[in-house]
Nanobody
Framework: QVQLVESGGGLVQAGGSLRLSCAASGRTFTGYTVGWFRQAPGKEREFVAA????????YYADSVKGRFTFSRDNAKNTVYVQMNSLKPEDTAVYYCAVNMVWGLRNPGDYNYWGQGTQVTVSS
């Protein structure tokens, strides 16, 4: 079983940047797809992006494409998402999650979740 811990959230002005981290313990990310989701107050949890640890592939929701980018640190067993040109509508709690299947965007298809990190973008 894998445990996930997100960090890196905070308050930033529109146009600013943040880098979120998702660290795994209990096992490595090998074989996993690492997904990022977000949930704003009163809204459903939505897909943001996903990263294949083994293949290095990634895909993004249209709303963040070109602004968010994945990176990784093998030694730390950590996935990062660099978020640039942030907008007020990016404000949400961001979660990382994993599953063993590539290409999924439904939160229900992800097996393990972190506790979330708050991102607030002021206008």
């Amino acid at each position: 079983q894998v445990q996930l811990v997100e960090s890196g959230g905070g308050l930033v002005q529109a146009g600013g940047s943040l880098r979120l981290s998702c660290a795994a313990s209990g096992r490595t990310f090998t074989g996993y797809t690492v997904g990022w989701f977000r949930q704003a107050p009163g809204k459903e949890r939505e897909f943001v992006a996903a990263f294949s640890w083994s293949g290095g592939n990634s895909y993004y929701a249209d709303s963040v494409k070109g602004r968010f980018t994945f990176s990784r640190d093998n030694a730390k067993n950590t996935v990062y998402v660099q978020m640039n040109s942030l907008k007020p509508e990016d404000t949400a709690v961001y979660y990382c999650a994993v599953n063993m299947v590539w290409g999924l965007r439904n939160p229900g298809d992800y097996n393990y979740w972190g506790q979330g990190t708050q991102v607030t973008v002021s206008s």
